[in-house]
T-cell receptor, first 110, second 112 residues
């Protein structure tokens, strides 16, 4: 909704890294969140960013460029258990609504 | 996550009425109902902040939310439709600013 776009699928190899991209074209912007969702489970919060730049949180890092309407989630030292869907969500001002992208299904191979 | 609980876990309905329940033990002020259909992202249905309905998305009138107190949320469903088959997640956050949502495990509704 509200133009939050993510690629459907991404594959990577255990021990390497994966970058999950998100672009948005919303009529406002309050912040951007990333959630991990495993098959058959609820979304789990990973990160929330408001300011431009890279936010390093160890295994997960997030980058935001508000002028370009772009964010990515970077996973380093991938493990098989990182295989999941990763959802980008944009928070809109004055609407109290969180718009989720359709999610990127990451598959980590041995 | 046992700090936000939902019941029932699974629900199979014909055209009956049923209520979904949610309770959070996090002291959060905002609570939400999200609907997630197969292969789709979660979509906001209702938002309560401090027991007041702040945002009521355009959902069918057969879905009626209720917030008896700041830690509990109900979703009453009447005369379900096959398009209602989905997972219904309850979520909460400290405020209604959406900075960090905690989700319950969801109720999987299957409509016969």
């Amino acid at each position: 909704g509200q133009g939050v776009e993510q690629p459907d699928n991404l594959m990577s190899v255990e021990g390497t890294f994966a970058r999950v991209n998100c672009t948005y074209s919303t009529s406002g912007f309050n912040g951007l969140s990333w959630y991990q969702q495993r098959e058959g489970h609820a979304p789990v919060f990973l990160s929330y960013v408001v300011l431009d730049g890279l936010k390093d949180s160890g295994h997960f890092s997030t980058f935001l460029s508000r002028s370009n309407g772009y964010s990515y989630l970077l996973l380093t030292e991938l493990q098989i258990k990182d295989s999941a869907s990763y959802l980008c969500a944009v928070s809109m001002p004055n609407y109290n609504v969180l718009y989720f992208g359709s999610g990127t299904k990451l598959t980590v191979e041995p | 996550n046992t700090k936000i609980t939902q019941s029932p876990r699974y629900l199979i309905l014909g055209r009956a009425n049923k209520s979904l329940e949610c309770e959070q033990h996090l002291g959060h002020n905002a609570m939400y109902w999200y609907k997630q259909s197969a292969e789709k992202p979660p979509e906001l249905m209702f938002l309560y902040n401090l027991k007041q309905l702040i945002r009521n998305e355009t959902v069918p009138s057969r879905f009626i939310p209720e917030c008896p107190d700041s830690s509990k949320l109900l979703l009453h469903i009447s005369a379900v439709d096959p398009e209602d088959s989905a997972v219904y997640f309850c979520a909460s956050s400290l405020t209604d600013s959406n900075e960090r949502l905690f989700f319950g495990h969801g109720t999987k509704l299957s409509v016969l």
